[in-house]
């Protein structure tokens, strides 16, 4: 963060009035042009009573028009939906600025919540950008007005501003020397998608984008729109909730609609306010999303909220498709730009043909408190340079620590022990096609279901619930089918996957890679929760994966592995009909390990390695 123009890289209470609370004469100024700032502070029940006011809801939209740099997030739209969707939890703070009852020349929607001392804009983490409504050129006297009568009326240490959309915004904020001493900042580049018909037909053009169009079309009935209908959005919207909050729990750890219970309605009441609150368009496949972008507009710009797409198509591209064939879409309409929005994720620089700033900032109650700022972003970025020094990355640090989190003494003491002495054999099955009998399918057995997968928590010591989805959407992009049946309560009783084709498989519990024959099919990584086990649930998946795997008529045989003293499990396989064919061997002694293969198996013995 910086002070100045320096840049780094980097519910209702009790206690709310009822009526407006006009501030005293720290709560006002006057700015250059001769207006006098009386800011009004309303929260609570008045804030709610203005929120509902036909007439101050007419003022703050012409005041959105105007306003320099509004964005969809600070419209009426998108604000009242929030405020609604998100009672329970957050107080609705508004500050008001007007000249005369008629004319509103300032407002900032503000959230507040009594129990954690936290102040949000209205948005809070979704709203991609942040600010306030001012008519030109008295935005930073509004702003300085308004923060000193929040500070005398709330408990307040400071406010982020993530992000603050325009370099004109900062500046009026920064030219106040009240405000200047209390503020710091950071700009953040933000990648962007210009709209250039010649550009975006070409692309549309090229042999590998049409390929992947013609796959698709092959599979079945193909179709891009936009959606403006409330009953088409109920149908589409549980599978665009599934893969969205599958890809963020495999990537960051987080799925936002499985963990905030009001997600679901905020998105439905943005959808309910339109435009410019909410543009949302699908690629689907026979009537089924394939492909989404959810987003929100500003003036001639498309603001990225959620891309979401299909992993089980991985292979032919679906959202790259959808992003060109919504920026063909675009280009009749007026907005010249997609705005694919801060961050840093790789993706989006493949689609970016332009950047610019935007700016990461906080403000403070008191000057000491951003001084202290200064002296904690002095020491992180000391504390980043070491790791540097050291060839680590801050997740890799995070990453560490949190195995040793997890890390028991018993887990310990056996790897201790397994580095001293340790065998490990791995039992090789098959089942060819001569063999399989009658398979029955189970109507508890559901292959690649999303949200069966998302139900898996940890049941293990060893197990994180990022690294299980992490993997799960790495293999469904391979197109290997996942196989699951789901407990009553919606979490994850078990799951098994298929590879459909393999010629080699690489088993790493014995650290060796099998040759398999031509048209065989591989099952692999069973598991149930603990709280599962016992009830047959392996045994009725493997029928159901067998009678799947059989139904291609070029599939010769079919594979499995298990270690050997897993007793249970291979009780279970071969009650299936599975034919023990051979092992492979791991062994360990005192940190070298040995690698061998039993006779009938084509794998070279490895010589002795450290571990």
Known sequence: MTQGHERLSDSDTSSAPSISQLLPADGGGTSRSGCRHDVSLLRGSAAKAALADPVLLAQWRCLWTESPASTAFQAPGFVCAWYEAYARDWEPILLLSRSSPDQLHGLWTLAWNSRSGVLTHAGARQAEYHGWLASPGEGGHFVGAAWRALCAALPVADLHFRYLPARELLDSLDSDPWLHERLRWRAVPRPLMRLDADEIRKSMAKKSNKSRLNRLKRLGGLDFRQVTDAEELERVLPTLISCYDFRQGAVNQTSPFREDANKLDFHRAMFDAGLPTCHLT??????????????????????????????????????????????????????????????????????????????????????????????????????????????????????????????????????????????????????????????????????????????????????????????????????????????????????????????????????????????????????????????????????????????????????????ADNLASRKVIERAGFQYQGSLHWQCSMGRVRKFADACFAVPEEPDAPT
């Open 282 to 563: 699908l690629t689907c496949l026979d009537g089924v999303p394939i492909a989404g972008f959810w987003g929100a507009v500003s003036d001639h710009m498309l603001h990225l909220a959620m891309l979401i797409h299909s992993p089980q198509l991985a292979e032919h591209s679906p959202g790259k498709l959808h992003l060109q064939q919504l920026a063909e879409s675009l280009l009749d309409t007026g907005i010249d730009t997609i705005d694919l929005t801060p961050g840093g994720d790789p993706w989006k620089e493949r689609f970016a043909n332009a950047h610019d700033e935007v700016y990461e900032l906080y403000l403070f109650a008191q000057p000491g408190q951003a001084r202290a700022h200064d002296r904690r972003a002095s020491l992180e970025a000391a504390l980043k340079a070491g790791l540097g020094h050291l060839s680590l990355k801050p997740a890799q640090l995070r990453n560490a620590m949190a195995k040793l989190r997890r890390l028991r003494p018993q887990t310990l003491a056996r790897r201790i022990a397994g580095w001293v002495s340790e065998r490990r054999e791995l039992r090789i099955y098959r089942l060819a096609v001569g063999e399989v009998g009658e398979r029955r399918h189970d109507p508890r057995v559901r292959a690649n279901m999303i949200d069966a997968l998302l139900g898996f928590e940890p049941g293990e010591p060893w197990q994180t619930r990022q690294g299980y989805l992490s993997s799960a959407l790495a293999r469904l992009e391979a197109g290997e089918r996942a196989y699951t049946i789901a407990a009553e309560d919606g979490r994850l009783a078990h799951s098994g996957w298929l590879v459909p084709r393999q010629l080699q498989s690489r088993m790493s519990e014995v650290e060796q890679t099998l040759q398999l024959p031509p048209n065989s099919a591989c099952l692999y990584d069973f598991y149930t929760d603990p709280a599962s086990r016992g009830r047959g649930l392996y045994g009725a998946t493997l029928d159901h994966m067998l009678a799947d795997s059989f139904a291609d008529p070029s599939l010769e045989y079919v594979y499995i592995s298990v270690l």
